[in-house]
């Protein structure tokens, strides 16, 4: 059990490194539609440096500050695609954790918040649909490709990486909660996806620790997994995805801030 419970432990942390790079992979995306020389160095650093500055700030909004470390973009078109950046993610996860919420089978709603509950996900599938198909469309209210012609694939990308990105920090949770109570259920698909969706619908707590926890410990508590399990796995993916590269974003950040004195 010990090996299995390392075994678990370690996937869950080296996921790190797919989490860290579908979000650069998106974020350079989106940076080179609007300005096609961004170098990987200036998308990576401004990433890296957002998770320290967003460490303190309810629903770490402080990320936003990657915004004014891209020397390539104007910072006004940058603040745009770093919210085009986060509400990607956004629909993700809003749209899964809807879904999970009406699946799970010891949760029973108000005829008025299950209907809500079956609206939100489809409008966020018109969105990413209508979005692709006509992609111009909404350029033009972003500063996506400076205004020129945009092709299907850059919008679609643009989903994909949120989804990878998604299913890679869900992935993350469901392994640690496997490993702490040493079982895994398919009912685990639908507790990780309601937990983030409180957490992305509740931006409230410093660095969004605290809402998550809670999150995990009442619907995985749903399915019969302790409190105590549901808590620390909870805990730990924080200390993973959010600990971590917020300290190895410290060192670029003061080095940045030389820099620009």
């Not at 432990?9 to 979000?23: D, F, K």
């Amino acid at each position: 059990m010990r090996q299995a419970n390392w075994f678990g432990l370690a996937l869950a942390t080296i996921l790190l490194l797919p989490n860290l790079l579908t979000q650069l992979a998106k974020w350079l995306h989106l940076l080179r539609l609007a300005e096609q020389k961004t170098p990987l160095k200036s998308a990576w650093r401004s990433l890296i440096i957002g998770y320290p500055l967003g460490f303190v700030t309810p629903g770490r909004l402080g990320e936003i500050s990657r915004a004014f470390f891209i020397k390539e973009v104007p910072t006004k078109n940058a603040v745009s695609l770093f919210i085009i950046d986060k509400v990607a993610t956004s629909c993700m996860t809003i749209g899964f954790g809807c879904c999970a919420l009406l699946l799970m089978p010891k949760l029973h709603f108000p005829t008025w918040i299950s209907a809500a509950l079956i609206i939100t996900p489809t409008s966020i599938a018109l969105l990413i649909a209508t979005s692709t198909l006509w992609p111009n469309f909404y350029a033009r209210l972003t500063p996506l490709a400076a205004g020129s012609f945009l092709r299907r694939t850059q919008i679609g990308l643009i989903w994909l990486w949120s989804l990878a990105f998604y299913a890679t920090f869900t992935l993350q949770l469901i392994l640690l909660v496997a490993t702490f109570s040493g079982r895994l259920t398919s009912a685990f698909l639908l507790a990780a996806p309601a937990t983030f969706f409180i957490k992305t619908v509740l931006p409230i707590a410093f660095g969004d620790l605290g809402i998550r926890e809670s999150a995990a410990v009442f619907f995985f508590g749903q399915i019969e997994i302790p409190e105590a399990v549901a808590f620390n796995a909870s805990l730990t993916l924080y200390l993973i995805n959010v600990v971590i590269p917020t300290l190895a974003g410290l060192p670029t950040l003061l080095k940045t801030r030389k820099i620009l004195r």
